[in-house]
């Protein structure tokens, strides 16, 4: 009888433990003072700001994902493609066909969500990237790259997903 309580207390702890969100750190882009918007990244990812250019960069301890963020002065469809091009060009050895462009709402904000596959410029490796494209107002877009490879954890594209929908722009709920 001891032994069956003992298990079913056991079962609800880890029940309870494993319902709890993940600890996370808030990071504001550009920067804390201004943030034109805020993201969750888990802990231990060791997220650095760099105030000469106002980004974002973070990775996952295992360096097997890998996330920056920055806002685009100008939210105009030629500049952003510019400048998501210039991103997969500065990060991609070659970009798959097969990119996926989405437009979705969360947390009061349009997004577009561009997913996609290619080779690692730097590793010569598979990996696959998301982007969040998304107005801050004053006619400024921001921007989130993320890109996890082949060897990631298999929780790899969940954790950036949740990353990308914890994004929050200022002002807005």
């Known amino acids: 009888m001891k032994t069956i309580k003992i298990a079913q207390f ?8 494993l ?12 920067s804390a003072e201004k943030p034109a918007y805020t993201f969750d990244v888990p802990q231990g990812w060791h997220p650095k700001a760099d105030a000469a250019d106002e980004s974002v960069e973070a990775t996952a301890p295992d360096n097997h994902a ?11 469809e030629k500049s952003l493609t510019k400048d998501l091009d210039a991103t ?21 904000t349009h997004f577009f969500a561009v997913k996609g596959s290619g080779l690692d410029k ?12 998304f107005s801050v107002g004053e006619g400024k877009a921001g921007i989130v790259y993320a890109d996890y ?6 929780g790899a594209l969940d954790t950036l997903e949740g990353i990308m929908k914890s994004i929050k722009v200022a002002g807005k709920k």
């Not at 056991?10 to 433990?17: G, L």
């Not at 730097?122 to 494209?133: C, D, E, P, Y």
């Not at 490879?149 to 298999?154: F, G, I, Y």
């Open 122 to 133: 730097r590793a010569g490796t598979k990996v696959r990237f998301l982007v969040g494209i």
């Open 149 to 154: 490879d082949a060897d990631a954890p298999a």
């Open 88 to 108: 997969l060009k500065d990060s991609m050895k070659s970009v798959d066909p097969d990119v996926k462009v989405d437009e979705i709402d969360q947390n009061g």
């Open 66 to 76: 890998y996330l920056s963020a920055w806002i685009v002065k100008t939210s105009d």
């Open 19 to 30: 319902a709890l969100p993940v600890r996370a750190d808030t990071m504001s882009v550009p």
């Open 10 to 17: 056991t079962f609800v702890v880890a029940a309870v433990a």
